[in-house]
Each structure stands twice: as structure tokens, then as C-alpha cells.
């Protein structure tokens, strides 16, 4: 039984932490050695470790491998983003 509807619910989740936590690192630059406070570090943590799940999904999940062939340009480029 294929299950893409309740995995994509997963995808999709990690896309949402990913994409939110990830503002944590705008306005950094990348020419001065950053200063990261504690939040700010662990939500960029965060954001590796859910850009990190969505492609382990990606790879890892014959459901999701199968069903992004027809997926919106949105998962692509956050697939891509990852």
C-alpha cells in the first residue's frame, strides 16, 4: 500500500522547520567570523538537522521517491534548497 499521503505530511513538516529555522542565519556575514548566541545556534542546528531529514525522506523512502516526479515546483526547490 503506498503511504506518500501521510509521508508527505512528514516532508513537509521538515520543510516548514527547515525553512523557518533557517532565518537564523540571515544578516550573517560570511566575511566577519559570526558571533552566534545560543538561540541563534540552535536553531540553525535545527535547520541542518531538518534539511538533513528531508533528504534522508527523499533517498530513503520509495513512496516520496515515486510520488516527486509529479510534485509541485515547491518540493522540488526545497529538495533542492536542502
Known amino acids: 500500500m503506498r503511504t506518500y499521503p501521510s509521508k508527505g ?3 513537509h513538516y521538515h520543510f516548514a522547520k527547515f525553512q523557518l529555522n533557517s532565518l537564523s542565519l ?5 566575511t566577519n567570523t ?6 541563534r545556534k540552535e536553531s540553525a542546528n535545527i535547520a541542518i538537522s531538518s534539511a538533513m531529514a528531508c533528504l534522508n525522506m ?3 523512502e520509495p513512496d ?9 515546483i515547491f518540493t522540488h526547490t526545497m529538495v533542492t534548497f536542502s
Open 9 to 11: 505530511v512528514v516532508l
Open 26 to 30: 540571515r544578516g550573517l556575514s560570511p
Open 34 to 39: 559570526p558571533v552566534f548566541s545560543m538561540d
Open 58 to 60: 527523499v533517498l530513503e
Open 64 to 72: 516520496i521517491r515515486d510520488a516527486i516526479v509529479g510534485a509541485p
